[in-house]
């Protein structure tokens, strides 16, 4: 492998604007590998495992206890896995989280992967760092995923599973009033929904936090060939077209599986807040976000706005932008000291969002 060439080698215009640690590690790992973007998807979905690889993951802890549960969803019918960790009593104790009646807070993971990839594997690593270090409750969702299940059933999937969470928290041993939700890419804009559907469901408890990590937020402006318009409003669709990991080819790729090719459904569905969440006719009153961004990725400048929007309509938001790197760096905790940086910093604000007043 060391001697294979680079068929992703990092593109002159991102170059100098690459972390150098993210640049090493993406060189060694990432660059002499097809991605599935790169083939026919029937090529990719017949040897998944070729093209879905861990690249440097973070510490994977023992946790308490690890349990699946099979959930019922509809539209269409069939049933999705939720995760459910557990910390360690000692966790527990550390955390200093427990109610009277031990229930603990919790926070629900989407997973990323264009709404085509990923499973209750890619976010494994910083649940259970999450469950162990502040002393929560992970739930990890196994949501249905595109071609077979497109939108918006990831989403409705999302929405279920939360609802059942709140519905089971006795058993589950879950805090209703602290309940976290978020995710990293596809799992970022399903978080970033999910918190606009849980304002408006009167019966709901009010979630405590919204973790939107490089984030999903404005699917209009994707074309199904080609560069985009130059007069698009995100810079960084133009700026970071050959970002490495999640360029612009790559992000057509998971749009035209999710949303489809039909232009004139696509365009229905782009401007519906369910698929784009900017779009949504009011930000106020929701969860307080967290966003974490990449700072060469084809969606740094949407992550970015959508914090613009929060605040603007009186939602309590933080960005935090990690310059030098690319869409994936959350998962490289093994080895990139800005993906430390980062695990840290979600821990801190599930900390902050579940802290007992």
């Known amino acids: 492998m060391e001697d294979s060439p680079l068929v992703n080698a990092l593109h002159p215009s991102v170059v100098d604007r690459m972390d150098p640690q993210f640049a090493e590690i993406y060189n060694k790992y990432q660059a002499p590998k097809l991605r599935a973007d790169q083939v026919m998807y029937d090529e990719y979905n017949a040897d998944r495992p070729k093209y879905t690889f861990p690249i440097v993951p973070g510490p994977s802890p023992e946790v308490g206890s690890v349990k699946?549960?099979?959930?019922?969803?509809?539209?269409?019918?069939?049933?999705?896995?939720?995760?459910?960790?557990?910390p360690t009593v000692d966790a527990i104790?550390?955390?200093?989280?427990?109610?009277?009646?031990?229930?603990?807070?919790?926070?629900?993971?989407?997973?990323?992967?264009?709404?085509?990839?990923?499973?209750?594997?890619?976010?494994?690593?910083?649940?259970?760092?999450?469950?162990?270090?502040?002393?929560?409750?992970?739930?990890?969702?196994?949501?249905?995923?595109?071609?077979?299940?497109?939108?918006?059933?990831?989403?409705?999937?999302?929405?279920?599973?939360?609802?059942?969470?709140?519905?089971?928290a006795d058993e589950l041993g879950v805090d209703s009033s602290r309940v976290s939700i978020g995710g990293l890419s596809a799992g970022g804009q399903l978080a970033a929904v999910v918190a606009l559907l849980a304002r408006d469901e009167p019966s709901m408890p009010k979630l405590v936090l919204q973790m939107l990590i490089v984030p999903v937020i404005d699917v209009r402006f994707i074309p199904l060939e080609g560069s985009c318009a130059p007069d698009v409003p995100y810079e960084s669709y133009i700026k970071n077209e050959f970002a490495?990991?999640?360029?612009?080819?790559?992000?057509?790729?998971?749009?035209?599986?999710?949303?489809?090719?039909?232009?004139?459904?696509?365009?229905?569905?782009?401007?519906?807040?369910?698929?784009?969440?900017?779009?949504?006719?009011?930000h106020a009153n929701l969860a307080p976000a967290t966003i974490h961004i990449a700072g060469v990725d084809t969606l740094t400048s949407e992550?970015?706005?959508?914090?613009?929007?929060?605040?603007?309509?009186?939602?309590?938001?933080?960005?935090?932008?990690?310059?030098?790197?690319?869409?994936?760096?959350?998962?490289?905790?093994?080895?990139?000291?800005k993906a430390k940086e980062f695990v840290q910093d979600t821990m801190n604000a599930l900390r902050k969002a579940y802290h007992i007043k």
């Open 93 to 168: 104790a550390r955390g200093g989280l427990k109610t009277k009646d031990g229930k603990l807070p919790a926070h629900m993971d989407f997973h990323g992967g264009g709404f085509v990839i990923g499973n209750l594997k890619s976010d494994e690593s910083w649940c259970r760092q999450a469950c162990q270090e502040v002393g929560c409750i992970i739930l990890n969702v196994d949501y249905r995923l595109a071609p077979d299940f497109p939108h918006p059933v990831p989403l409705t999937d999302c929405w279920t599973a939360l609802k059942w969470a709140f519905k089971n």
């Open 303 to 337: 992550g970015i706005a959508y914090h613009y929007v929060l605040v603007k309509d009186g939602t309590p938001s933080t960005l935090k932008v990690y310059e030098g790197c690319g869409h994936p760096f959350g998962h490289w905790d093994g080895q990139l000291d």
């Open 68 to 86: 699946i549960y099979k959930i019922p969803v509809s539209d269409p019918a069939g049933e999705i896995d939720v995760q459910v960790y557990v």
């Open 244 to 282: 490495p990991c999640l360029p612009l080819n790559r992000l057509r790729w998971f749009y035209k599986l999710w949303l489809g090719t039909d232009m004139d459904a696509r365009k229905k569905m782009a401007e519906d807040f369910k698929a784009s969440p900017i779009l949504a006719p009011s």
